[in-house]
């Protein structure tokens, strides 16, 4: 999902704007449809009274819990959407914000060590609405409510509705196109095909990278998209980690990587009111985290028929999964096995949701952990970094830099 609103915390919005960048958009009215056990069928709406409405009809009991919980939600978003926000890592910067909006700042910081599902629990009681509120998480953070952070919860389950779910115009794709595009109008660089394999020391402090072909390239600041067991295990040669990124490694471990499905399929398959986003967990909650449990489905072409051949639909589906389940096979077992297990995802949709789906498909494209490692150049393919046990909200984080 990719959200375009005004306020100063949405990192797309201020990265296309920093370049001088403007894409159209596509107003999208349902956030997220999830499809849950016991019947649970919940439309996340642009609209966060509507959404507010739906979710207590299902939980009428817990009325002012529910409100209470989301109240606090926007405590936190209104704090951050206040700021000039550029990070909550760097100590200075945080210092320099607190004279500018000290009761903001304080708002934050009491906060900073509180997770959403310790939040949760002091306004709702219901078992099966405390789950809900772990499917809210785990689409934030891929972990349940316990073991994510209120302050990253509260970000993105408020700029759903502050701005809304906006969809670009053409594909997502347009996002990496014209941040490109506008990089270079402003004087920048970007070489492609340029494999890094190692981030250059000169005092323990990151000077340079060489790529693979020898060359070398010097600035003031180096930046690392990579994983971090990528960036400290692999691009860094030192055998001395930083203390921060000792202690990092002490708290989290890699989270799992993903399963894909890319299909084309028939329109007609799909019912005139289908949402663009959904998140089904039919008939378990136990399985929520567990590899293949929770399936996420994205249909761009609900809000873009362009992106599509006339009579189609894209469908985007994927899961979590662990690359030790596709460690060791045989070239033809690897290529069986992603067809068997895209077969169970493709058979539980088609009962949950599309009946017929599975013969409506006319193109599909699976790719699986070692995809991910492969062409994300991704750790294992990991998503990112997961809390070996609840953390003390964003405390346990270190700071970025070497």
Not at 68 to 85: D, G, H, M, R, T
Not at 251 to 279: Q, R
Not at 333 to 354: C, G, P, Q, S, W
Request: proline share 6%; glycine share 8%; charged share 25%.
């Amino acid at each position: 999902m990719f959200v375009f609103v005004q306020g100063s915390i949405n990192l797309i919005t201020k990265a296309l704007a920093a370049v001088g960048c403007k894409m159209q958009l596509l107003p999208d009215p349902t956030a997220v449809h999830y499809h849950l056990p016991d019947g649970l069928s919940v439309r996340v709406h642009r609209k966060f009274e509507d959404f507010l409405v739906e979710l207590t009809g299902y939980f009428p009991h817990e009325k002012e819990g529910i409100s209470q919980f989301y109240n606090e939600c926007w405590k936190v978003f209104n704090s951050l959407n206040s700021l000039e926000l550029k990070s909550l890592e760097e100590p200075l910067y945080l210092f320099g914000q607190f004279f500018k909006k000290p009761l903001e700042c304080l708002t934050l910081a009491y906060y900073l060590p509180q997770n959403a599902g310790d939040i949760a629990r002091k306004y709702i009681k219901d078992p099966n609405l405390l789950c809900f509120i772990d499917a809210e998480c785990f689409i934030v953070s891929t972990v349940n409510a316990l073991q994510t952070p209120m302050i990253n919860a509260s970000m993105v389950l408020c700029d759903r509705h502050f701005g809304g779910i906006n969809y670009p115009v053409g594909g997502v794709g347009g996002i990496a196109k014209n941040l490109a595009k506008g990089l270079v109008d402003y004087g920048g660089t970007i070489s492609y095909k340029a494999n890094v394999t190692d981030i250059i020391l000169e005092n323990e402090k990151a000077v340079g990278v060489r790529l693979s072909d020898g060359r070398q390239f010097y600035a003031k600041k180096i930046i690392s998209n990579a994983t971090r067991w990528d960036t400290f295990g692999k691009l860094l040669r030192t055998e001395k980690l930083p203390p921060e990124e000792k202690n990092f490694q002490r708290l989290y471990v890699k989270a799992p990587s993903f399963l894909s499905i890319h299909m084309g399929v028939k329109e007609e398959v799909l019912p005139l009111d289908t949402d663009c986003h959904h998140f089904v967990l039919e008939d378990d909650w136990a399985r929520l985290e567990e590899p293949y449990g929770s399936i996420f489905l994205s249909i761009p072409t609900v809000l873009d028929s362009s992106l599509a051949p006339e009579g189609h639909h894209i469908l985007h589906i994927f899961t979590s999964a662990w690359i030790d389940d596709w460690k060791g096979l045989s070239q033809k077992d690897y290529n069986i096995k992603k067809e068997a297990v895209a077969d169970e995802i493709v058979n539980r949709l088609e009962k949950t949701l599309f009946p017929g789906l599975k013969e409506a498909i006319t193109f599909k494209e699976v790719g699986t952990p070692k995809t991910h490692m492969r062409f994300l150049a991704r750790d294992n393919g990991t998503y990112g970094p997961i809390p070996q046990k609840n953390p003390k909200g964003l405390l346990g984080m270190p700071f970025n830099t070497t």
